[in-house]
Structures are given as C-alpha cells and as structure tokens.
C-alpha cells in the first residue's frame, strides 16, 4: 500500500507539473499574439492574463507549499509579461537606460572640457 501512495503522489505531481505548463503556454501563446498585433504595453489583456499566469502559478504553489518565486523564475515569459501589464515594455526599458548612459556621458566629457579650458585660461593667466 505504501509503495500505490508514493506512486500516486508522484503521479499527481507529475500530472498537476503538466497542467501548470499547459495552462502558461495558454497564456503565453495569448500574450504573444497580442504582441504580434502590436497591442501597446499596459492594455486591459495584459493584465487579465497577467491575473491568469498567476492564479495558475499560485494555485500550483499552494498545493505543493512552495513560494511563487521558485515557479515564477523558471518561466521568463511571466516577467516579460508583468512588464507588459505595467505599461513599459522590455525594450523601452532598455532603451531609457541606453538614453541615460550616452546623456550622462556626454556631460562628464563636457564637464571634463570644461574643467581643463579652466585649467588651461588659468594658468596663462596666472604667468
């Protein structure tokens, strides 16, 4: 009897693993359709399938006492999602931080010029 209830909870488990990937791809494959239409970042879809991956992810994690991290981190697509539903897609993110980067750049060279020409007028100035 022993050895039936290891191999039904192994069973189930495999079963209920099964249904939480089916379930995502679900979402995912909406998701992606959604993107091929070219649906802006932060539309109503995103956020109920968002609401979606989750219940799935937290119905999961509530029968096998594991935290939605531990799920979540295995399946990117989910991140990519929530960014999606918060309205700032993946790449303007990127791209922001890019704007950034080449802004603060341009104003430590300028800063750097600037702080030499002083240098410079100073010091023909002072001989």
């Excluded at 992606?32 to 989750?54: R, S």
């Amino acid at each position: 009897m022993k050895l039936f209830n290891e191999w039904w909870i192994n069973a189930r488990h495999d079963w209920d693993r099964r249904t939480l990937s089916s379930n995502l791809a679900e979402v995912i494959d909406k998701m992606e359709g959604h993107k091929a239409v070219d649906l802006p970042a932060g539309h109503e879809y995103y956020k109920l399938l968002l609401k979606q991956a989750n219940a799935v992810i937290g119905t999961y994690c509530n029968r096998y006492q594991i935290s939605y991290d531990d799920v979540a981190v295995g399946v990117p697509k989910v991140r990519e999602l929530r960014t999606l539903a918060d309205g700032v897609p993946e790449s303007g993110r990127i791209a922001s931080v890019g704007f950034i980067a080449i802004i603060g750049s341009v104003a430590a060279t300028v800063l750097a010029a600037g702080c030499h020409n002083l240098y410079l007028y100073l010091t023909h100035w002072v001989h």
